[in-house]
């Protein structure tokens, strides 16, 4: 079999005939020729006869017996006239404006997914920039516009990711467990920009979106999809009630005489802590702050009975325990309890939307643990769009071919 044979059929590269291949330093080069005459424009896919001018160049490809490999054969410039400019022509065997084959690409992005940049780069002998070129590369190519379609329910929620207080805004689809879309900022210009994307009539799906209590996002949302049910999330509610309860402690401390703080000292678990995890030293010290400490025990009851709706089934109960506790809790005389249950007010329909359809971010949360790690292991972003690019890359359900090593 002749080496030009052979190396055909270890590339398989769509497109390319080899026509000779020789060493050199900087490793294999194989000298390919192309099977087609027609020039393809990269952004509207026109085909032309006409060439305006052509180069040779060289596209780093997957390393053979161990060998660094690139692929080096002719590139030609056309005169789109549906683009009304002079652009470098499309080619099978390498996505537009790359230096890297296809195969390469989709071996980076795949190990990507699993792996931190440095290990990546390291692998495969690219840079750590290069790394992060092929993932936006690859979630341009494979994020499609049909993941907005079917949209039914979805969650809104804020990651920071550097410093000086820089978010993202993301936004998942409940029912198919994926993020489907990041900007920068957490505004409501912000989650605009989302529903602007997505059109009116995709938007006129949307049933359920679920969402923590940011004034901005609430904007966003009754602005664009005002027939949808806002759900407040419960982790968030929740957590409403337990600071108010950890501000009832901090205030007892303050306000206590050093002698008489005993009681009160590392309790913050015990009056967080569901009742049901608790351990015997834990209600030991809730048993001593409800003989000692009225008020913080008045906090810990309101915090737990604020919990107790949220397992609620029916939806008219829940309301009249809801209102019955809002009540309470403005009759307690403890302020973070009575700003709590103004808010409860203000919030009302969007608490008990919670108990109809059960929708939670937990999943959402879930995904902001996984972004929170992707960053990690990057050792951080300078900008927004790499990290948007790896968002989608390991968290919108992108499938690449896998990494056949044997």
Not at 285 to 308: Q, W
Not at 356 to 365: D, G, I, K, V
């Amino acid at each position: 079999m002749r080496v030009t044979k052979l190396l055909n059929k270890l590339l398989n590269l769509q497109g390319l005939w080899v026509r000779g291949v020789r060493i050199e330093e900087d490793g294999l080069v194989i000298e390919v020729r192309r099977r087609f005459r027609l020039l393809t424009c990269p952004e509207c896919g026109t085909q032309v006869k006409g060439r305006f001018e052509e180069t040779t160049r060289r596209w780093r490809h997957l390393a053979l017996f161990g060998t660094t490999t690139w692929i080096e054969g002719p590139i030609r410039r056309l005169r789109c006239p549906g683009c009304r400019k002079v652009q470098t022509e499309a080619v099978p065997w390498a996505r537009h404006r790359s230096a890297f084959t296809r195969p390469l690409e989709d071996a980076v992005g795949f190990l990507t997914q699993k792996l931190d940049h440095t290990a990546v780069s390291k692998l495969f002998g690219i840079s750590w920039a290069a790394v992060g070129s092929i993932a936006e590369r690859l979630v341009a190519e494979q994020l499609h516009q049909d993941r907005f379609d079917g949209l039914r329910a979805i969650g809104v929620d804020e990651f920071g990711f550097a410093a000086h207080h820089r978010y993202l805004t993301v936004v998942t689809d409940h029912d198919r467990e994926r993020v489907i879309w990041v900007g920068e900022g957490k505004s409501s210009e912000a989650l605009a920009t989302f529903f602007d994307e997505l059109g009116p009539e995709r938007c006129a799906s949307i049933e359920l979106v679920s969402l923590d209590m940011a004034a901005g996002y609430i904007k966003a949302v009754e602005a664009a999809v005002p027939d949808a049910t806002i759900v407040f999330d419960r982790f968030h509610v929740a957590r409403l009630a337990q600071r108010a309860v950890e501000e009832v402690r901090r205030a007892q401390m303050r306000a206590l005489d050093p002698d008489d703080r005993q009681p009160v000292k590392r309790t913050r678990w015990a009056l967080l802590k569901n009742p049901e995890n608790l351990r015997a030293s834990e209600k030991a010290k809730l048993e001593l702050v409800r003989k000692t400490n009225t008020a913080l025990y008045r906090a810990y009851l309101l915090k737990e009975t604020f919990l107790d709706i949220f397992e609620y089934r029916s939806d008219y109960y829940a309301r009249r325990a809801l209102d019955a506790w809002t009540a309470w809790a403005q009759r307690s005389r403890l302020q973070p309890f009575v700003r709590l249950a103004r808010t409860v007010r203000r919030h009302r329909d969007g608490i008990l939307a919670f108990i109809r359809s059960r929708l939670t971010n937990a999943r959402l949360e879930g995904t902001n643990n996984k972004v929170r790690l992707i960053s990690h292991r990057a050792f951080g972003f300078h900008s927004a769009n790499p990290l948007i690019a790896m968002i989608y890359l390991c968290c919108s359900r992108i499938t690449l071919p896998q990494l056949q090593l044997s």
